[in-house]
């Protein structure tokens, strides 16, 4: 499964002791607060291995998000926080000081948080996650296209350098050959852990396939769709059960 070089920097374990390439994790997205609260208020865990909270989109007012989010946790359901710029999809100005300190939170409170490779906030996210021991995703998105194979090891190149950071990218794919020049990256020795997505309806399969070759985490929804194709958590966990036999 594991396609990157570990060293003992690159162990990267989840709060609730979830060793990152063990297995492909399949990651929860929540983007309201009626679907967190329902997460932290069911009698059973949902069918995933985390939970991502895209609190761009989630309710932010009077906190309650974090309570909610901290009893998430506490069950013993690892939490990565997003807080994706407008940029790269999201809602938030990069320059946005809340934008830093949800960030702040996330390292301090939960396993993850979630930053864009071309963020300004990147170094100071990454320096306080290396402070706190935590992991970082540096992410990259592209909507329209999938860049080449160099112009992909060229931007994973610009974060080599960190421990204890996961390299995703999320393209659109829009031919079969889109499909080879991203399998042919996570198939490459990595010095990190990649995740790896295709973007659009008829590339559902590759939120099964990539993991298989090596991806290290995939998506699912917990409460609606957040991208071209995405399953439900369910839906993805018994897909890769099925396929690893």
């Known amino acids: 499964m594991l396609n990157w070089s570990i060293n003992e920097g690159m162990v990267i374990t989840l709060s609730n002791g979830t060793v990152l390439g063990e297995r492909?994790?399949?990651?929860?997205?929540?983007?309201?607060?009626?679907?967190?609260?329902?997460?932290?208020?069911?009698?059973?865990?949902?069918?995933?291995?985390?939970v991502e909270l895209r609190l761009g989109e989630i309710e932010l007012a009077n906190d309650t998000w974090l309570k909610l989010a901290k009893v998430v946790r506490d069950r013993g359901l690892p939490v990565l926080i997003t807080v994706r710029n407008d940029a790269e999809g999201g809602t938030w100005r990069d320059d946005d000081p809340e934008r830093m300190n949800l960030f702040n939170i996330g390292l301090c409170d939960f396993s993850l948080v979630d930053v864009e490779l071309n963020s300004r906030q990147l170094y100071r996210v990454i320096q306080h996650a290396q402070e706190l021991g935590k992991p970082v995703i540096v992410s990259c998105h592209d909507f329209e296209t999938t860049p080449g194979i160099r112009m992909i090891n060229s931007l994973a190149d610009r974060v080599a350098g960190f421990d204890s950071v996961i390299f995703k990218i999320a393209t659109k794919a829009n031919c079969r050959d889109d499909i080879q020049v991203l399998e042919s990256f996570i198939q490459q020795d990595l010095p990190f852990p990649v995740c790896v997505l295709a973007m659009g309806e008829m590339w559902r399969e590759t939120r099964v396939t990539f993991p298989l070759l090596g991806s290290c985490l995939t998506y699912g929804y917990l409460d609606k769709p957040s991208a071209p194709g995405q399953h439900s958590c369910a839906e993805l966990m018994q897909l890769l059960k099925s396929a690893q036999g």
């Open 24 to 50: 492909p994790l399949v990651a929860g997205v929540i983007c309201s607060l009626g679907t967190l609260d329902q997460v932290a208020k069911a009698e059973n865990l949902p069918p995933c291995d985390l």
